[in-house]
C-alpha cells in the first residue's frame, strides 16, 4: 500500500505532525519530505533497518555512503571531528544549502561512512526538517527522491506514485522546485568544492 500524504507548514510545522513523523522513524519507517534543496527520502541515523531500507528503496551501491542532517552545529560535533577552520566555516553558511565533507567520529554508523571514515552532513534551510531532527533526538539519514531515471521527483503526489510503495509517509510542503546542495570538503582544515549545487559561497 502507497504511504499517506501528510500536508505540512513547512516554516511552521505543527507538533502534531511533527509528532506523527518522529514516530514512524522511531520503529524505522521512511519518510519522504520537502527541504530547502531537493525533496529528500530519509530514515533515523540510529536504525539499521532504515538505512538499509533505504538503499534498497533508491537501488543505490552500499559503497556510496548517504549523508545526514543534522538541527544545528552543536549536534554536529558530535557525529564529526570539527575543528576551528571547519567551525567557522560551517557556522557561516549555516543553516544552508551546502553538505560538509567531515571525519566521522564513532558514533556514526559504519554504513554511512566512506572507506576513509569521512561523512556528509547538513544543516539545512528548511525549518521543517531541522524540527523533525531536534524532536527525534538524532540526526536524519538524507537521499534525494528520484524516479527510476534518477530525476528529481518535486511533487509528493509524483514521490507516491513512483516511490509510495517503499515509503511509511510523506510530508507534503508544495511543490519544490530546486538545485542539489552544494558540497564541501573541510578534510584537513581546507575547503574544496566537490559539487557546486544551490549553495553559493561569497569571497
Do not use: W
Not at 522511531?26 to 533515523?44: I, K, S, V
Amino acid at each position: 500500500m502507497a504511504a499517506p500524504i501528510l500536508e505540512v507548514d513547512m516554516e511552521h510545522p505543527s507538533p502534531r505532525h511533527i509528532q506523527r513523523a518522529v514516530e514512524v522513524l522511531e520503529r524505522g519507517g521512511l519518510l519522504a519530505y520537502p527541504t530547502d534543496t531537493y525533496f529528500g527520502l530519509g530514515c533515523d541515523l540510529s536504525s539499521k533497518k532504515g538505512i538499509e531500507r533505504l538503499y534498497q528503496l533508491k537501488g543505490r551501491d552500499k559503497k556510496k555512503p548517504l549523508s545526514f542532517l543534522c538541527p544545528d552545529l552543536s549536534d554536529v560535533a558530535r557525529y564529526a571531528h570539527v575543528s576551528n577552520f571547519a567551525y567557522r566555516t560551517m557556522k557561516s553558511l549555516t543553516p544552508g544549502a551546502f553538505t560538509f565533507i567531515l571525519e566521522a567520529t564513532r558514533l556514526v554508523p559504519d554504513l554511512m561512512m566512506s572507506k576513509q571514515k569521512q561523512v556528509g552532513i547538513r544543516v539545512p534551510d528548511a525549518s521543517l526538517v531541522r524540527e523533525l531532527a531536534r524532536a527525534l533526538g538524532r540526526p536524519l539519514v538524507t537521499t534525494s527522491a528520484t524516479n527510476t531515471e534518477g530525476e528529481p521527483l518535486t511533487d509528493a503526489k509524483d514521490i507516491k506514485a513512483e516511490l509510495g510503495h517503499g515509503l511509511d509517509l510523506i510530508l507534503d510542503g508544495g511543490v519544490t522546485l530546486n538545485e542539489p546542495s552544494t558540497v564541501i570538503s573541510l578534510i584537513g582544515d581546507s575547503l574544496e568544492i566537490l559539487r557546486q549545487g544551490k549553495g553559493r559561497l561569497e569571497d
